[in-house]
């Protein structure tokens, strides 16, 4: 057999693996679903909804009203969850949201916002366990994320060798699954639709070299960034949805009349309610990423002394991207009816804001070039701090590695994604096994953690940060 065709049959059986799907009630559900759903539940409930506890003080701690310079850290923890929402605000978005709603029906949107409330909670327990457990260099550089948590949170309990062996699995199949591939590859075609520009691989080129002026540089330089480019972007986006909604304002009562009615109908598409309710599960656990762990890595470098606090902070992530944009990706397919129209993905989301902005097909075309863009840039941090982890850390591997990655992006414009793409996303959501094993492993120091937090900031004039 030729070693192409050998490839692409263990690319397929691995993907076979990590999406193995189950029948739950004649509907067929992928386990790794399952697992992320299953641990944002108990996140949610082990911690004491602390979406809810936490929601006024995570704003609070954002705003930098309790920011202390002097904490250890190398980005404020505005910057930090702008460069975690710079990797999960993204293509799904717009594209999977569409996707949802073609095949599932307009329920799905709601099911999407309540799987993000809890994914909530999820985002803040492994990210106040990446700050509880992130390491401090003698050179006074800051190390954290799920790896780290692996291996040092484990070790405090007594299992050392499965913490060391649990965070080797997660590096390597993050510096797999953090292939910005797909991202530039859509960013390219959207681009030709929109403005007929066929050259790909100069696309491909002229995109790489803009990631690298940036990830070539230090995580303050990347938090900078996407400081200013995240809260942009959303705001282009949202502001597009919001006129397409203000545009059919009379039509939205009857929308959300439909999407509750839709999301609870036993004769829906995909096998009744419960059957939107995967669906829609399925999309806001990718459009999360809660319980994947990439962003941990982002958060770990904010400046505080309280893990919790960041936790709190992290919460607003799915709060952002499944809550508020999803939401408003999916309602303006429905008030405008087109939800029913045939179309799927970005040409369904364009088609909805073209019934209001003329230009919708060439403002797509740059905020699915904003969203890949800082996608791109924030994968490819994750994935040299997750190289450095197995290497060991230094400069020079860490530069070694952000070329090699900024290399590789131009081919993701003249391949066909196909086999990658599945290898890619295999790699990607085989993270949340060791990630979500930890915070059940850790369940303990974790509540202690959240728990002493919320009594030192009720008691203190100053709440912490």
């Not at 059986?13 to 189950?22: I, M, N, P």
């Not at 992130?134 to 405090?156: D, E, F, Y």
């Not at 530039?184 to 929109?194: G, L, M, S």
């Not at 993701?412 to 085989?430: H, K, M, N, R, W």
């Amino acid at each position: 057999m030729p070693p192409a065709d050998l490839a692409g049959r263990a690319i397929e059986a691995f993907a076979s693996l990590v999406f193995h799907e189950v029948s739950l009630f004649g509907v067929p559900v992928q386990l790794i679903v399952l697992w992320l759903a299953v641990a944002m539940l108990f996140a949610t409930v082990w911690l004491g909804f602390p979406q809810v506890r936490g929601f006024k003080v995570a704003w609070r701690v954002l705003a930098g009203r309790f920011h202390d310079p002097a904490a250890p850290g190398h980005v404020s923890q505005f910057e930090a969850l702008a460069t975690a929402l710079a990797s999960t605000v993204g293509l799904g978005n717009i594209a999977g949201v569409a996707v949802a709603v073609a095949t599932g029906g307009p329920g799905a949107i709601l099911w999407m916002v309540v799987i993000g409330f809890f994914a909530m909670a999820l985002k803040c327990a492994e990210v106040t366990l990446g700050l509880k457990y992130r390491m401090l260099t003698p050179s006074g550089r800051v190390i954290g994320g799920p790896a780290i948590t692996l291996l040092r949170g484990l070790a405090a309990i007594g299992y050392p060798r499965l913490g060391a062996g649990l965070a080797r699995f997660h590096a390597l199949f993050m510096i797999i699954g953090c292939m910005s591939l797909f991202q530039v590859n859509q960013a390219e075609r959207q681009a030709a639709e929109a403005f007929g520009f066929a050259a790909p691989l100069a696309f491909g080129v002229g995109f790489a070299l803009l990631v690298a002026l940036v990830l070539l540089g230090s995580v303050t330089w990347i938090g900078r960034v996407a400081g200013r480019i995240v809260p942009a972007m959303c705001l282009l986006y949202v502001g597009a949805c919001l006129a397409v909604i203000g545009a059919h304002l009379e039509t939205v009562p009857a929308s959300l009349a439909l999407i509750a009615r839709s999301a609870l109908e036993t004769q829906a598409v995909a096998g009744g309610a419960l059957g939107v309710f995967v669906i829609g599960m399925r999309r806001a656990v990718y459009s999360s990423e809660a319980g994947i762990g990439t962003a941990v890595v982002a958060h770990a470098q904010a400046k505080t002394r309280e893990p919790a606090s960041e936790g709190m902070v992290a919460l607003i992530e799915p709060f952002v991207d499944t809550v508020i944009v999803c939401m408003l990706s999916g309602l303006i397919l429905v008030v405008t009816g087109l939800h029913a129209s045939g179309l799927s993905g970005v040409s369904l989301t364009s088609a909805a804001l073209a019934t209001t902005i003329p230009a919708a097909p060439a403002l797509l075309a740059v905020v699915v070039f904003l969203f890949a863009y800082t996608t791109v840039l924030t994968n490819g941090f994750y994935a040299s701090e997750a190289f450095q982890f197995l290497v060991g850390h230094g400069r020079r591997r860490e530069l070694l590695f952000r070329s090699g990655y900024c290399l590789a992006l131009p081919l993701a414009t003249v391949l066909e994604p196909g086999q990658i793409l599945d290898l890619v996303d295999s790699a990607y959501f085989l993270m949340a096994v060791p990630n979500v094993l930890a915070i059940y492993l850790l369940a303990r120091p974790l509540k202690a953690e959240i728990e002493g937090f919320f009594a030192r900031h009720a008691r203190l004039p100053q709440p912490l940060a």
